[in-house]
C-alpha cells in the first residue's frame, strides 16, 4: 500500500504557482520523499527527492516539514504543460516506488 | 534526465501467445529495472524488481511464471507475457536505477508498451 496521501484533483492558472501537498505521517527516518508525474500515455517523469533538507531543481521545489510528516511540491510558474498526474511516493534504500492514486492538477489557460 | 527506452511501444497479439517487451538504459548502466503495470485509470501497479545476473523479485500476487523477467545485462530487461489471455492487457511500464559509484540513483521511466490480447 502506497505510504502516502495526497487530494485527488486540483487545478490553478497558468503562470501561477502550483503547489501540491502530500502527507506522509508514517514515513520512517531512512525513507526519501520523492515525486513523479505522469502525462497522459506516458512513462512517470521524475521531478525531484529529498529526505530532510528543502530541495530546488530546475523543475521545481520540494519542501518538506522539520517533522517530515508532510511536504509540498511547488511548480513556480506552471504552464499547460504541466496539466499531468503527480504522485508524491516514499521509498527507503530498496528504492521500490509504490505508486498512491496521485493528484490530477490541471493547469488552466 | 537520463534515457530509458521501451520496444514495441504497442502490440497487438491473439490469445495464447507469447509476448516479449524489451526495456534498456541508453545512457547509463541500470543495476536495476522494475516493471510496472497500469489499467486504464488506475495508478502504476509494481509487478517485479529484477537486478543484473539474479533473479527477479515478484510482488505479492504476481504469477512468475506468466511474467518472466530477464536482466542479463546492465543496460538490458525483457519481460516476456506467456500465453497472454484478455485480461493481460495493460500499459507495461518499466523503470531503470542505476547504483554504481557515480551514478545518479533516481528510476527513470520507460515510455510504456500497450499489450492488447485479443
Known amino acids: 500500500d502506497a505510504k502516502t496521501t495526497q487530494p485527488t484533483s486540483m487545478d490553478c492558472a497558468e503562470g501561477r504557482a502550483a503547489n501540491l501537498p502530500c502527507n506522509h505521517s508514517?514515513?520512517?527516518?531512512?525513507?526519501?520523499v520523492y515525486w513523479y508525474r505522469q502525462i497522459h500515455s506516458q512513462g512517470p517523469q521524475y521531478i525531484i527527492h529529498?529526505?530532510?533538507n528543502n530541495e530546488t531543481n530546475e523543475m521545481a521545489s520540494l519542501i518538506i516539514t522539520e517533522d517530515r510528516k508532510s511536504s509540498t511540491l511547488i511548480l513556480p510558474h506552471a504552464t499547460l504543460r504541466d496539466t499531468a498526474v503527480y504522485y508524491c511516493i516514499v521509498t527507503d534504500s530498496s528504492y521500490k516506488l509504490i505508486f498512491g492514486s496521485g493528484t490530477r492538477l490541471l493547469v488552466r489557460p | 534526465g537520463a534515457v530509458v527506452s521501451q520496444h514495441p511501444s504497442r502490440v497487438i497479439c491473439k490469445s495464447g501467445t507469447s509476448v516479449k517487451i524489451e526495456c534498456r538504459s541508453l545512457d547509463f548502466q541500470a543495476t536495476t529495472m522494475f516493471w510496472y503495470r497500469q489499467f486504464p485509470k488506475k495508478s502504476l501497479m509494481l509487478m517485479a524488481t529484477s537486478n543484473e545476473g539474479s533473479k527477479a523479485t515478484y510482488e505479492q500476487g504476481v504469477e512468475k511464471d506468466k511474467f518472466l523477467i530477464n536482466h542479463a545485462s546492465l543496460t538490458l530487461s525483457t519481460l516476456t507475457v506467456t500465453s497472454a489471455h484478455p485480461e493481460d492487457s495493460s500499459f507495461y511500464i518499466c523503470s531503470a536505477r542505476g547504483g554504481l559509484a557515480g551514478e545518479r540513483n533516481e528510476q527513470f521511466f520507460g515510455p510504456g508498451t500497450r499489450l492488447t490480447v485479443l
Open positions: 529529498g529526505l530532510k
Open positions: 508514517t514515513i520512517s527516518g531512512n525513507e526519501y
